[in-house]
Structures are given as C-alpha cells and as structure tokens.
C-alpha cells in the first residue's frame, strides 16, 4: 500500500485555518479563570485556618492566666507572688513568705482547671530549664526538653505561641500523647510571669484538639470552595455568552460581507453579460419572427422554438439583473389579503391548465410592511414554484396565521414532490435550483425582499409530500402607523 502526498507549487505556503475566537477564548479563560479560583481559594482556606488557630490560641491564653491570678488571690497569697513563681516544686523553698498550704491549695487548683480545660488531650508545664514539672502525662514529669524551637520563641519572646499540626511527630518528647488526636491538633505555649511581669517563670503548654471548631473550620472550606467555584463558573459562562454571542455577530458580518461582495462581483459581471445579449437576442427574436411572416411551412415549428428560447433567455437576463440589484426603496403599507389575490389572479389560466386545486379563505385583511411591487414579485414567484411542482389535481392551500399581536404569517402549501434534506438547506443559496432549466434565485430574492421589509421567510419540505413556505410580515397598527425609524 503507497501512499501518495499532493505536493503544492513552488511559492505557496500551506493554508492556514481560521482563527476560532470562541475555542480559544473558552480554554483560556477556563484556565486563567480556574487559576484565579483555585488561588483565591487556597488564600482564603489558609486565611480561615490561620485567624481560627490564633483566635483559639489568644483565648486559650487569656483563660489560662485569669485562672492562675484567681487562684492567687483566691488563697490569700501576697500580690508579690504570681502563679508562675508557685508552680515549680524545686522553689518551694525560696518563697517562706508564702504559707505552704495556700501554695499547695493554689497549685493543686491551677493544676486542676487545666487538666479539665475541654479539647485537651495533653497539657504540660516547663521551668525556664526546660523541665517538665508537671504533666497529665505523668510519664513526661522530670523530662527535660532540650530542641524544641516553639519552647524556645516562647522563652525568648515572652509571647504566646501557637502551631497546628495534622499528625503527631514521633520525634518530639513532649508529644506523648495519652489519647492520640483524630485529626487535627493545636499546640499553644502560654508564658507566665513574675511579679514585675519581666521574667517568664513557667511555660504552660496545651495540646488541644476543638472538636467544634475543627467542624466550624471544615465547614467554612466547604463554604469557601464552593463559593469560589460556583464564582468562578459564573464568571466564566457570562464572559463566555458574551463572546460567543460577539463570535456569532462577526461570523455574520463577515458572512454578510462575503455575500455582498459576491453579489457585487456578480452584479458586475451580470450587468456586462446581459447589456451584451441583450442587443443579441433582440434582434435574434425580431429575424425570427420576421422569418416566421415569409415561412409557414416545415420551419415554422423551428422558429417557434427559436423564439420560444429567446424569450427564456430574456427572462434569464431580467432575472439575473433584478435578483442582484440592490434594494433601496422604502417600506410602505401593502393590503396582504389584495396583494394575494392579484397573484392568483395573475396564475389564473396556468392553475386551470394544471387543474389545481385553490384553498384561500381570508377572515382578515391585515396592513402589512412591505413592498406593493416586490411583494407581488415574490408572492408570483412562491405561487409559479408551488404549480410547477406539482402535477394534476395537486392542491394549493395559502393561510394567514397570526403569531402575535406585531406579526402575521402567510403559509403557501403544496402538494407536488418536495425536497429532501439537502435541497432543503441549500434552498436560499444563490443559483441553486431544482428545476430544470432554472436560474436559482427565485427563492434569494424573497429571502431579501422579506429581510428588507422587517420580515422573514422560512421553508418546511418532505420529499414526495410537498412544501410549505411561510413569510412573516411585520403588522401594521389599525391607524396605519408603525414604520421602522
């Protein structure tokens, strides 16, 4: 099997595809778009869980040294000791001005609200030497902390501090957890100071895991992402109407202006074609008819024929020439139901010959926007399209309908062969035709003259049950006004 490639002349680059504005724009603005979202999103979830841990960690904080100046002075202590000076054993014996059982009461309290705070899964505290004087843990008591950098920014700030984490690090001895957390864990390290509130003389530390406000930030994630795609998706499908509807209208001028320019390139070559047959078949017809004076024998049938043709071509000429003729004149007022009848008087004697049957029984006659000159054209051409596709005893039905209250239809039926599904898109096409012998712009003609007028013209066919055009006029008020402006 060989496969042969078409190589192009020398000179000639290959052609290029058309720009597909709508394409582009909805992949990348799909991804810039999903980009920003995303983005946004991350910001915003990591602004939620931030302000959430240190809104926590401040009240935890502000709890926490309430309680141990309570205790103080609920024992009577000097205002010369704090609860960060009482926590540590070792010192019991620095402070003699302070009676043993009110420190003890004091402590045992302190101690005891933490151990109870909700949410605490461990709660530990350190002596400025980084030991562990006491624990919920009891297995930590004693231990000393030698590399932990949050312990020592507590320290060395004198500021409380606090971190979340989602899993336990193994190797950290302080994270010995008695009930390991779920999921989620906030550690906090609260300073507590002497009297004169320079030296930090304990560091409570509080393993917390707020259930509560673990859902709360949960479901504000939740919250925040759909937010944010629900945003982002509104943004793109209106930004996406609107170019695709910017896309539509530049398909359709540029449609428009390559039917112009072939109608103009047309009409030019049109106008120089018939100008030189004109003169032709004018005299062409006048030597046959002369020739048909002198002749009547055998050749008369010949002439006929010669003149008979002549007169086709004419016809093709005027055609030709009106089809691409541009349309200047105004709209004006035209009675529907007498521009009807003036048609089908006009087909009269071709109706009877082909013994059509007429169905037309107006209940109205309503003011239309129109033409009176183009209308009658193209009601002639529908009605000469409807008898020549039909054979004998076919039926013609014309019926106005009124769709609303600014518009009414005019629906020319018939019964002859119909189209089939390409004829049917190809039918306002320039120089497409189904007749033999045909020029092909019967129907591009009504199609403009209906555009022109405020109207439309549409087209339903089967093959082999018939066609049914319809025209849409604009309706003019019962005062007679209603003009375009």
């Known amino acids: 099997m060989t496969t042969s490639t078409q190589a192009l002349p020398s000179g000639e680059s290959p052609r290029k595809q058309p720009f597909n504005l709508l394409r582009w724009f909805s992949l990348i603005s799909m991804a810039v778009i999903g980009t920003v979202a995303v983005a946004l999103g991350a910001v915003s979830t990591r602004f939620?869980?931030?302000?959430?841990?240190?809104?926590?960690?401040?009240?935890?904080?502000?709890?926490?040294?309430?309680?141990?100046?309570?205790?103080?002075?609920?024992?009577?202590?000097?205002?010369?000791?704090?609860?960060?000076?009482?926590?540590?054993?070792?010192?019991?014996?620095?402070?003699?001005?302070?009676?043993?059982?009110?420190?003890?009461?004091?402590?045992?309290?302190?101690?005891?609200?933490?151990?109870?705070?909700?949410?605490?899964?461990?709660?530990?505290?350190?002596?400025?030497?980084?030991?562990?004087?006491?624990?919920?843990?009891?297995?930590?008591?004693?231990?000393?902390?030698?590399?932990?950098?949050?312990l020592d920014h507590a320290f060395a700030s004198k500021t409380a501090v606090s971190a979340s984490y989602?899993?336990?690090?193994?190797?950290?001895?302080?994270?010995?957890?008695?009930?390991?957390?779920?999921?989620?864990?906030?550690?906090?390290?609260?300073?507590?100071?002497?009297?004169?509130?320079?030296?930090?003389?304990?560091m409570v530390e509080i393993y917390k895991e707020p259930k509560d406000l673990i859902d709360r930030m949960e479901r504000g994630l939740v919250l925040i992402w759909l937010a944010t795609a629900l945003g982002g998706g509104l943004i793109y499908l209106g930004l996406y109407w609107i170019v695709r509807r910017a896309a539509m209208l530049l398909a359709a001028q540029q449609k428009q202006l390559i039917t112009n320019e072939t109608f103009v390139a047309l009409g030019e070559m049109s106008s120089a074609v018939a100008h030189s047959l004109r003169n032709p078949l004018a005299t062409i017809r006048s030597s046959a008819e002369l020739a048909l004076e002198f002749d009547s024998g055998p050749a008369q049938k010949n002439i006929n024929d010669i003149i008979g043709q002549v007169d086709r071509m004419s016809k093709w000429v005027r055609e030709l020439l009106q089809s691409l003729r541009p349309m200047q004149d105004e709209v004006e007022p035209v009675n529907l139901v007498a521009a009807l009848h003036?048609?089908?008087?006009?087909?009269?004697?071709?109706?009877?010959?082909?013994?059509?049957?007429?169905?037309?029984?107006?209940?109205?006659?309503?003011?239309?926007?129109?033409?009176?000159?183009?209308?009658?054209?193209?009601?002639?051409?529908?009605?000469?399209?409807?008898?020549?596709?039909?054979?004998?005893?076919?039926?013609?039905?014309?019926?106005?309908?009124?769709?609303?209250?600014?518009?009414?239809?005019?629906?020319?039926?018939?019964?002859?062969?119909?189209?089939?599904?390409?004829?049917?898109?190809?039918?306002?096409?320039?120089?497409?035709?189904?007749?033999?012998?045909?020029?092909?712009?019967?129907?591009?003609?009504?199609?403009?003259?209906?555009?022109?007028?405020?109207?439309?013209?549409?087209?339903?066919?089967?093959?082999?049950?018939?066609?049914?055009?319809?025209?849409?006029?604009?309706?003019?008020?019962?005062?007679?006004?209603?003009?375009?402006?």
């Open 166 to 202: 989602h899993s336990v690090d193994e190797t950290r001895m302080e994270q010995k957890f008695i009930t390991p957390p779920d999921y989620i864990f906030i550690e906090n390290y609260i300073p507590l100071f002497d009297a004169d509130g320079n030296t930090v003389t304990a």
């Open 342 to 485: 003036d048609s089908l008087m006009a087909f009269e004697q071709q109706i009877a010959k082909a013994r059509v049957r007429v169905i037309f029984e107006p209940k109205e006659a309503p003011m239309v926007l129109s033409q009176h000159v183009q209308l009658t054209q193209i009601l002639n051409s529908l009605l000469a399209n409807a008898v020549e596709s039909m054979d004998k005893d076919g039926t013609l039905t014309i019926t106005l309908e009124s769709s609303d209250a600014q518009h009414v239809s005019v629906r020319v039926s018939d019964t002859g062969k119909g189209m089939n599904e390409e004829q049917r898109r190809m039918a306002f096409r320039p120089f497409f035709t189904t007749k033999q012998g045909g020029l092909g712009v019967g129907l591009v003609l009504v199609k403009r003259i209906m555009e022109r007028c405020c109207g439309s013209v549409s087209l339903q066919s089967r093959e082999g049950e018939g066609t049914c055009v319809q025209l849409t006029f604009k309706r003019l008020p019962e005062n007679g006004s209603g003009f375009p402006q």
């Open 48 to 150: 939620v869980i931030t302000e959430s841990v240190q809104r926590d960690a401040l009240l935890t904080s502000q709890f926490i040294r309430a309680i141990a100046s309570a205790e103080v002075r609920h024992v009577s202590i000097p205002n010369v000791r704090t609860m960060g000076e009482l926590l540590d054993p070792r010192k019991d014996r620095d402070y003699p001005d302070v009676d043993p059982l009110a420190r003890a009461s004091a402590r045992g309290e302190f101690l005891d609200h933490i151990e109870h705070l909700p949410d605490v899964i461990l709660a530990n505290i350190y002596a400025p030497d980084r030991m562990v004087i006491w624990s919920t843990n009891p297995a930590l008591m004693g231990t000393t902390i030698h590399s932990d950098e949050d």
